[in-house]
């Protein structure tokens, strides 16, 4: 059924109108115009390239409109039928890509990646692919792998995931992309008085732990309790082991840790082969986490190894976990902070940058540039922070020599870039 194009500025939340959905855009919707090609741009969730769609529009913003696809009159080859049934317009929000074929994903966040770099970074026709992570090589690969859930906990007590851009709890029986260890776990079906939400951990040593959050209550000695505030454990044990870069690690269930359970075996991979250490580097671990890489390259080069990291939980395991390694250093500190205080301070041959999505920052990437090391692996969980970063290195006489991604989160949106920076 065809569908009137209202009056631009008559749009409301709730219309619907017909578009030609076009390429995928950075947030995990596609974009399209309405009212032709210089039309208004509108961003389509639950569409693909080259689809003609009904689309109903869920915002209106200054300059741009965001829509789902509520009914598909034109379907992309590309397009499955999602295997989560929550997976749907107001349902779930926390997968982008459930009607997306296995390899169309990886070909959306290619063109994704490489739309921030151009747009953001200046760097044209980058050669990047987005690579499925080791495992199986069917798109079986798209689901059960997400070792780490956080479930929200409705005003009813109920439990279950958000749906998109919106703190509404979807109840859920499952969910898809979990680890099967945790969806094996009676959390759903229960009510959760007082809590806000519920933290489920499944390692790649196999333990499974859950912790339960709520808001601090007065006179609630909660909310310094060992696990952070206002988390407590309810079950599993006070540290998961994980196994990663040839190591065993143990580290407390809310604290950081990679959430596929091949990505931290890939990015060590990854960034040695970039790096390639040597023996008697110099190297710092910036945004180290429990020290994941400073342990990869520490072991290869037997010199001196500086990680730096801001949570105690991090700084903790950081420390627990290395503590055997001679020469390895954890400064508990804000990287800024400690590179313009100088705590972390050059000569340094090489240097793991691993931010949170916000990227390091040009302050960041000057007092690192200025280091000078020879080499520089950029970690990147968002494609766009990571080009911003890149146009300062640039900016300042660096190049990226290569990049590769992984598909570290499939059905999202998201997608795990690695820089090799090196002077331009
Ligand atoms: C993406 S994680 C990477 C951790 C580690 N490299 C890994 O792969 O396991 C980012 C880490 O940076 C820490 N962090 C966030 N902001 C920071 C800051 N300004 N300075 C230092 N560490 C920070 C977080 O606590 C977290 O451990």
């Not at 499955?80 to 296995?102: K, N």
């Not at 770099?117 to 199986?136: N, Q």
């Not at 109840?171 to 959760?192: V, Y």
């Not at 990679?258 to 075996?265: K, L, R, S």
């Amino acid at each position: 059924m065809s569908v009137p194009v209202p009056v631009e500025d008559d749009l409301v939340q709730g219309d619907r109108v017909e578009v030609t959905v076009g390429a995928p855009a950075h947030g995990g919707h596609c974009v399209a115009r309405i009212g032709g090609p210089h039309g208004r741009v509108v961003f389509v969730r639950h569409a693909l390239p080259g689809e003609r769609v009904t689309a109903e529009i869920t915002e209106l913003h200054r300059g741009y409109l965001r829509a789902d696809a509520v009914e598909i009159h034109e379907a992309s080859p590309d397009r499955v039928t999602p295997p989560c049934p929550y997976a749907h317009p107001g349902g779930c929000g926390g997968c982008d890509l459930q009607h997306v074929s296995d390899d169309a994903q990886l070909r959306w966040k290619t063109a994704v990646v490489r739309e921030q770099l151009e747009r953001l970074a200046g760097l044209t026709d980058f050669p990047v692919r987005v690579e499925a992570l080791p495992g199986p090589a069917d798109s079986s690969r798209l689901l059960g792998w997400r070792s780490r859930v956080r479930y929200a906990v409705d005003a009813a007590d109920r439990p279950g995931l958000l749906q998109h851009r919106s703190h509404q709890v979807v109840a859920i029986d499952r969910c898809r992309i979990a680890h099967p260890a945790i969806q094996e776990l009676d959390l759903l079906a229960r009510a959760w008085p007082d809590a806000d939400g519920l933290q489920v951990v499944a390692s790649t040593g196999g333990d499974v732990a859950v912790l339960v959050s709520r808001s601090p209550l007065a006179g609630d000695d909660l909310t310094d309790g060992p696990s952070g505030p206002g988390l407590v454990r309810l079950s599993g044990p006070e540290e998961v082991s994980e196994v990663a870069g040839g190591r065993a690690w143990r580290v407390p269930p809310e604290g950081f840790w990679q959430v596929h359970p091949a990505a931290a075996d890939t990015l060590v991979g990854v960034v040695l082969t970039m790096l390639r250490p040597a023996e008697g580097e110099v190297a710092w671990d910036l945004y180290g986490g429990a020290g994941l890489f400073a342990a990869a390259l520490a072991a290869r080069t037997g010199a001196r190894t500086t990680v730096v990291e801001s949570s105690p939980i991090g700084v903790a395991a950081a420390r627990a976990n290395l503590g055997g390694l001679p020469n390895v250093e954890v400064v508990a500190a804000k990287v800024d902070v400690a590179l313009s205080r100088r705590r972390v301070a050059g000569p340094v041959d090489l240097v793991v940058l691993d931010p949170p999505r916000a990227g390091a920052g040009a302050k960041v990437v000057r007092a690192v540039a200025e280091a000078g090391p020879r080499a520089i692996a950029y970690v990147a969980c968002d494609p766009a922070a990571l080009a911003r970063d890149l146009a300062t290195f640039r900016s300042l006489g660096w190049k990226a020599a290569e990049i590769r991604a992984f598909d570290c989160f499939p059905m999202t949106q998201h997608v795990e870039c690695v820089a090799l920076i090196v002077p331009a």
